[in-house]
């Protein structure tokens, strides 16, 4: 190996300890910001206790670097069943003889320290598995997208609020047009290239899209308001009849966490009460609500090829972007990202971020719900198994895509797919409109 490579190699491996550094740190804040009674208590049949998470994340991280790629001993062998999210529902997780607190933080930081030494002494090319640090990255963003399971659980928390972050950037810059038109035709949707990419986004292939408009930013909640106003929970013309049948059995009324107070609308976040924000996109509303809100205002949910053409094709030289503003990484100009804020920002927040058909705020901010189901891309393979996607695909699950103010940017790609049952709504799921071009509009 040259002395280039050498240099190639050890900034790989740097990079992969910082975000090992930066995943444990969110997530240890997240258990932490809570008695011992919160983080063992269940706070939703949704979800699992805190310190069920917390511990799973270690759980996963001995299997898969400490164990498989690291070829050591296991840690803690007895407890694999307990923390086997295949073998518990999350409603159920109460009961198993958990880690105590203590013995999670034990067993997490016993886990990690081995885990830095393997990645001292791994190879990091050759073998699939660990080539460009894929196993590292997988277990990054594995612990990244339970740090927003946990977000999500901290939301349903009821108490006093013990998250705290600044509040988002003010728009600075508001959408040029209410719609943008995308134009019909190939481009290249998902990634052979991205080296820490999962396997439902590979591989790269060509698909054709017709031409459609796509509205610049997510719907908000002021115009959310106007469809909750006009009574459109109680009409069923504006919904499916499966989405009609759930609206009833679970009397919805208002996307979650809303209430009407004596002065209008107010929601709880985080444990604080206070007005819906008008001009930040709506949040908390399941798949059947998203689709409710756009056949009311004579719109629809884009497609997710739809979504992603809108975010990733550059017209100039008919190129996929990486990300919507182009190539480089997210930077905090970019995009609400990472639990900076705690909440969506308003629109118009990152003209930065804006794609280059001139769509603004797709990562970040809110999941977007897209009308299409959870289906493997032609060409799909599993890897490294068949429990990440595989045994998902063609169920009842929606997708969404783009991420939320709580998904962290290691977790998130202009190709990063995401899926959830069409009724779940403690997500940080929200909604964007796109409606088919006539003809005429094309020219």
């Known amino acids: 190996m040259t002395s280039t490579d050498n240099r190639s190699t050890d900034r790989l491996r740097d990079h992969v300890a910082e975000q090992l550094r930066r995943s444990r740190e969110r997530s240890t804040a997240l258990a932490d910001a809570v008695d011992e009674h919160d ?38 062998d007895d407890i694999d069943n307990i923390y086997d ?25 016993e886990v990690r320290d081995k885990v830095l030494d393997v990645l001292d002494t791994t190879p990091l090319e050759g073998d699939r598995l660990v080539a460009d640090g894929f196993a590292f990255g997988m277990i990054v963003q594995h612990e990244q997208q339970h740090a927003e399971t946990m977000l999500a659980t901290h939301q349903l928390r009821v108490g006093a609020p013990v ?34 990419a999962l396997d439902n986004e590979r591989p790269a292939f060509r698909t054709h899209v017709d031409a459609f408009f796509i509205e610049t930013a997510p719907v908000t909640n002021g115009e959310y308001l106007a469809f909750v106003d006009a009574g459109g929970y109680d009409d069923p013309r504006w919904w499916t009849d499966e989405g009609w049948a759930h609206r009833q059995a679970a009397r919805l009324v208002a996307p979650q966490f809303w209430e009407r107070g004596p002065e209008g609308w107010q929601r709880t976040r985080f444990g604080v009460v206070e007005p819906v924000a008008l001009d930040e996109p709506v949040v908390h509303v399941c798949f059947h609500e998203a689709k409710a809100y756009a056949a009311w205002a004579g719109k629809r949910l884009p497609t997710e090829a739809e979504w992603e053409k809108a975010a990733r094709h550059d017209p100039d ?14 930077g905090p100009e970019h995009a609400n990202l990472g639990q900076r804020h705690l909440r969506p920002a308003p629109v118009g927040a990152y003209p930065a971020g804006e794609s280059a058909l001139g769509v603004a705020q797709l990562l970040g901010d809110v999941w977007e719900w897209c009308d299409s189901d959870f289906v493997p891309y032609p060409g799909f393979a599993s890897f490294p198994y068949k429990e990440y996607s595989e045994v998902f695909f063609r169920g009842d699950y929606k997708m969404l895509r783009g991420g939320s103010f709580g998904t962290d940017a290691s977790a998130v790609r202009a190709t990063f797919r995401n899926w959830d049952h069409p009724v779940r709504r403690q997500i940080f799921s929200g909604l964007r409109l796109a409606r088919d071009a006539a003809p005429h509009e094309t020219r």
């Open 39 to 76: 983080l063992t208590r269940q706070h939703s049949p949704l979800m699992s206790p805190l310190v069920w998470d917390y511990a799973h994340i270690g759980n996963q991280e001995e299997l898969w670097l400490v164990r498989d790629v690291g070829g050591r001993e296991p840690v803690r």
């Open 317 to 330: 030289g008919d190129r996929s972007r990486r990300y919507p503003w182009g190539d480089n990484d997210p």
């Open 85 to 109: 999210a295949f073998q518990h529902s999350r409603a159920s997780r109460p009961g198993l003889p958990l880690l105590t607190p203590a013995e999670a933080r034990g067993y997490v930081r």
């Open 163 to 196: 998250l705290h972050a600044p509040a988002p950037p003010p728009a600075t810059a508001p959408p040029r047009a209410k719609e943008v038109l995308v134009p019909g035709g190939e481009f290249t949707m998902g990634t052979s290239a991205e080296p820490w």
